[in-house]
Each structure stands twice: as C-alpha cells, then as structure tokens.
C-alpha cells in the first residue's frame, strides 16, 4: 500500500493521499448513494429549520428568507461540527494502518481533515448557490467573506478534533464531557438567531463563544446591512490553531500510548 522508497517529504504525501483514498472508498463507496448523504444532511436539516421557524415569525432576523438566513449560519457551524467529529475519531479509525512504520497518528488527522475539507466545500457550494437560485429576491454574495467564515471554522473543527485525539485517549471521559458540550453549541452559535438581538448580559457570554463570531461573518457576506462589528476571526483562529498545535505536538510525543488507548 505504502512506498517506502521516497524521500520522507514525498513519503508523507504519499501516505496522506493513500489514506484519502481509502477514507473515500470506506466512508462514502460502500454505502447506498455515497456522497449524496453529504449532501442531504445539511439539506434537510436547513429545510427543517426553515419549516419550523416560518410557523412562527413573519419573517427571520435579517432579510426575507428563512432558508438563506439559517442556511448562512448552519453551513459554517456544519464544517466545524464534521471536521471536529472525523478527525476526532481518526486515529481510532486507521488504527489498524498505524502498525505501518511509515504511517504516523497525525497523517491519519491531516488526511481526514483535508478530505473533509475538501468534500465540505463542494457541500457548501452545491446548497448555497442552489438556494441563491430558488430564493426570488436577488442575493448579492460576498465570496471573500463566507469563504473566511468557512476556513475559519474548519480551522477550529480541525484544532479541536487534533487536541480531542490526545485528550480522548488519556482522558476517556472526555469523550462523554465534549458530547455533552456539543449538544448545546447548535442552539448558541448564531445559528437561530444574530448576536445583536440577544439581551446585554448574554452577548458579554456569547461571544466567548468562536462559533458565534464564525456565523456573524458568514451573515455579513450575505447580508451588507449586517455589521456584525463584534465578530474577531482572529480569536477563532488562535484557538483552533493553538488547539492543532498542542495536540499536534502531544500526538508526536506520545503516540504509541495515543495509538494504543485509541
């Protein structure tokens, strides 16, 4: 599977790819419509929203369309909620391939984070732009600006998934606390509603919150009305790269005892 013959630059290339492909071929080749589920996922779950919240208010926070307003906020959160997960388990999931000499615990992390990545814009393009055809209203999209939203939540996915690798397997019960975390971080992201609308004391919260900050960008690119002066990508972005780093440099130290307790 692996060629040992490259120079250790290549050598790690090569088994990224390697490991790319066989995410590719597991993940979406064995199961019934592939990659349509990647697609549907985010679909349903923005037509859900939109069906619910129109039952009750005339029309969403910001605009006139409920479908392009809780699209805007869930496909940034959608990126880090799916790259957190799949490099989460990454080691655990390629275990078998790590007794490869070749095959280290961060090659199995940065193969599914790029996959991720990469199956995640082709994600976010089909359903953005499809709902930009069929909203009536014409939409003026600032393409720099979702695609930072983006990027910085797939920073932060990426970040925290590393570090939870590391402390998934010295802290086994982490990985019932951060299921836990997560369950609300869908409600107080931004997705339902904008930061601005929040009562005083619960903006000084929220904002300590990253995911809120990578929202509020995604909305000022679709919404020029839309400040959204609070929003610090900078901060999003420290923290999930410092995340990356630290359990990079964790993962490297202690691997065999990562690999082994994964």
């Not at 679909?43 to 006139?64: D, E, K, N, Y």
């Not at 990545?117 to 976010?124: K, N, R, Y």
């Amino acid at each position: 599977m692996f060629d040992t013959s490259s120079p250790p630059k290549f050598q790690t290339i090569r088994v990224i790819v390697a490991l790319m492909i066989r995410e590719m071929i597991t993940r979406y080749g064995r199961s019934w419509g592939g990659y349509f589920w990647a697609i549907a996922e985010p679909v349903g779950m923005i037509a859900v929203l939109s069906l619910a919240f129109s039952q009750f208010l005339r029309t969403p926070p910001i605009g006139q369309s409920f479908v392009l307003f809780y699209a805007t906020g869930y496909i940034p959160f959608h990126f880090f909620a799916t790259l957190s997960a799949q490099t989460s388990s990454a080691v655990q999931f390629n275990k078998s391939l790590i007794t490869f000499p070749m095959v280290t615990p961060i090659d199995t992390v940065l193969a599914r984070a790029i996959l991720g990545i990469l199956t995640m814009v082709v994600v976010a393009a089909i359903v953005i732009f499809g709902i930009i055809a069929l909203v009536p209203d014409p939409v003026r999209v600032s393409l720099p600006e979702f695609i930072l939203a983006c990027l910085a939540a797939s920073v932060l996915g990426v970040g925290a998934g590393t570090l939870n690798v590391v402390l998934f397997a010295f802290l086994p019960v982490w990985r019932n606390i951060w299921s836990v975390i997560n369950r609300p971080l869908f409600i107080i992201s931004g997705i339902f509603f904008t930061f601005e609308s929040m009562p005083a004391s619960l903006q000084t919260l929220l904002w300590w919150n990253p995911l809120v900050h990578v929202t509020g960008e995604a909305r000022k690119a679709f919404y020029p009305v839309y400040d959204g002066a609070y929003v610090s990508l900078g901060y999003v972005f420290g923290i999930g790269i410092v995340a990356f780093l630290l359990g990079g440099a964790l993962m490297i130290r202690h691997q065999s005892f990562i690999v082994e307790n994964s």
